[in-house]
């Protein structure tokens, strides 16, 4: 079974400048999460989906943060503009749609630098 | 609001010794709590998941408690080894799936 996928693996920008991250979940997995993790901290949810809707996106910074399911399968996070405090690992995961408390199974993040 | 801590944030050992990392939580009412190892440059990878009517679990030579009324658990690691250095990470599971993480322990295993 292929696990999560996440590109591009790294990516160095300049303040201001836009990037869009990509992911692509387990096979079968309804929900789909995307985490923030700046260095020396633990993962931060940025936003929880359900098939093509948003569950929870109260910690996502909507003024400069967006992000997308289409089709229930992929999804895209995108900064725009980017700050310095933006650089961290940016972290997708995905779980089976079940009674609650399943296993999330992480992909390998995109590591954010900017500069 | 749920909080996270882990104790210590880094530990060094030599091979061979038994250990016990540790991890904290404000609010008692969680689904599961869920230990996670994450390696330089890569994701997190699941260790031990503890529903939250359970007191332990075990897996090879880790072995996590749980205790919800004092909001404590511990994972333990038995004969640890160089390829037991990473960062573990602890998360409690709230409603709807949602993971809040402590800051982690970095730990690292002296051959």
């Known amino acids: 079974e292929a696990g999560v996928a996440q590109s591009p693996r790294y990516k160095i920008i300049e303040k201001r400048q836009s990037v869009a991250f990509w992911c692509n979940p387990i096979s079968g997995h309804a929900t789909l999460y995307w985490y923030q993790q700046i260095l020396g901290q633990g993962p931060k949810l940025l936003i929880q989906f359900q098939n093509n809707g948003v569950v929870d996106d109260s910690q996502l910074p909507k003024d400069r943060f967006s992000a997308e399911r289409l089709k229930g399968v992929d999804s895209t996070l995108k900064i725009q503009p980017a700050k310095l405090e933006d650089s961290a690992v940016y972290l997708c995961a995905s779980s089976s749609l079940g009674q609650g408390g399943e296993t999330q199974y992480f992909g390998p993040g995109t590591r954010l630098l900017v500069l | 609001k749920q909080e996270v801590t882990q104790i210590p944030a880094a530990l060094s050992v030599p091979e061979g010794e038994n250990l016990v990392l540790n991890c904290s939580f404000t609010d008692s009412a969680i689904y599961n709590l869920q230990w996670f190892r994450q390696d330089p440059g890569k994701g997190l990878t699941s260790l031990l998941l503890i529903q939250s009517s359970q007191r332990e679990q075990t897996s090879g030579r880790l072995n996590a408690s749980l205790d919800k009324s004092s909001g404590r658990s511990t994972l333990y690691i038995a004969a640890s080894q160089p390829g037991d250095s990473a960062t573990y990470l602890c998360?409690?599971?709230?409603?709807?799936?949602?993971?809040?993480f402590g800051q982690g322990t970095r730990l690292t295993i002296n051959p």
């Open positions: 998360a409690v599971m709230r409603g709807a799936q949602k993971l809040v």
